[in-house]
């Protein structure tokens, strides 16, 4: 099969393994969950939204990632390692809670019917389900068009290719998608790739958050990359790329991810790993920052408003709270 480049020029990747990908585990419901282009386009609209909220304050959604005073200054004893990990932390906690609602056991459910709402001039609607951290369910509405714009076939191999429009509401706020997918499938290959860009303004065609996705399964094994560009008046600010694997063990799938800053001011590679300890579940973060080595810890708490936050423990026991 020959390999697409919609991914060349890309500077950063992000790699996640979570149970969204299924990999080491290709027969589970974990390989099916981005095996559909409904999930694909859940998954990728959401994360995308979510960070252009994070990433864009103007005329955008609430942020999901508002960051509290720091617990504590840093310690001037805090070793070098943990003390690049807390400069990043901030920005490493908007992908994280960008992809918060997707950590949990049932990684995503999608279901569509036919948009039957005057408001929003689509063709489907969509229905995103997914559990975060502490297991409490996150839904998102989505409605969107696809047109079938090519669709060719030569032996054994098929390729087509997609149009998107649409609108995602979150928090009662529309935020707008555009984007394409095609797909090209073997005798025993296949892969997707999806292109979408979400806008808090629709006027606005300068500002935005780019997702673009690959999916592939090969013999067996399945690979998940996103790669997520960030820009604000027509200028790159960023790229981060994340890709998804599953890993099954002791007969229970778990999940991880590991997470690659590239470009931009944010930097390193995190490894990210969701365990459940006295049944309760808490984030392992595996860092390397400059060639330098740690790890830190992040669970959900909940603050005297009432609110959930996310607290980082670093190895000098320092904690900040997102």
């Known amino acids: ?93 908007e992908y994280f809670t960008a992809l918060d609602s997707f950590l949990g056991d049932d990684i995503i459910t999608t279901s569509t019917a036919t948009n039957t709402d005057e408001k929003y001039p689509y063709d489907t609607k969509m229905t995103i389900t997914g559990k975060d951290l502490s297991g409490d369910t996150a839904t998102y509405l989505m409605y969107y068009t696809e047109t079938l714009v090519r669709s060719d076939a030569d032996d054994d191999e098929t390729e087509s290719e997609y149009k998107l429009t649409g609108i995602m509401v979150v928090d009662g706020a529309d935020y707008y998608l555009e984007g394409a997918r095609s797909e090209e499938t073997e005798t025993d290959e296949s892969e997707t790739e999806l292109k979408i860009r979400a806008y808090a303004d629709k006027a606005d065609k300068f500002s935005y958050i780019q997702m673009e996705q690959e999916h592939s399964v090969e013999n067996g ?86 609110d959930k936050k996310y607290e980082y423990t670093f190895s000098d026991n320092e904690k900040l709270i997102f």
């Open 1 to 93: 099969m020959k390999k697409k480049l919609l991914l060349t020029g890309i500077c950063l990747t992000l790699v996640t393994s979570m149970a969204l990908t299924g990999c080491g585990n290709p027969s589970g419901n974990r390989a099916k969950a981005l095996s559909s282009s409904k999930n694909v386009y859940g998954i990728g609209a959401v994360s995308s939204v979510r960070l252009l909220g994070s990433s864009l304050p103007a005329s955008a959604v609430k942020s999901f990632s508002a960051v509290n005073a720091l617990a504590s200054k840093p310690s001037a004893a805090a070793d070098a390692s943990a003390d690049e990990a807390k400069l990043q932390a901030e920005r490493f906690n």
């Open 221 to 306: 094994e399945t690979e998940t990359e996103y790669v997520y560009s960030v820009y604000s008046n027509n200028v790159l600010l960023e790229q981060t790329a994340v890709e998804f694997e599953t890993e099954t063990k002791n007969g229970k799938a778990e999940t991880e991810y590991e997470l690659e800053f590239r470009s931009g001011s944010s930097k390193g590679k995190y490894v990210v790993e969701r365990e459940v300890k006295e049944n309760v579940a808490e984030i392992k973060v595996k860092y390397t920052i400059d060639g330098k080595k740690g790890v830190f810890r992040i669970r959900e708490i909940t603050d005297e408003n009432g």
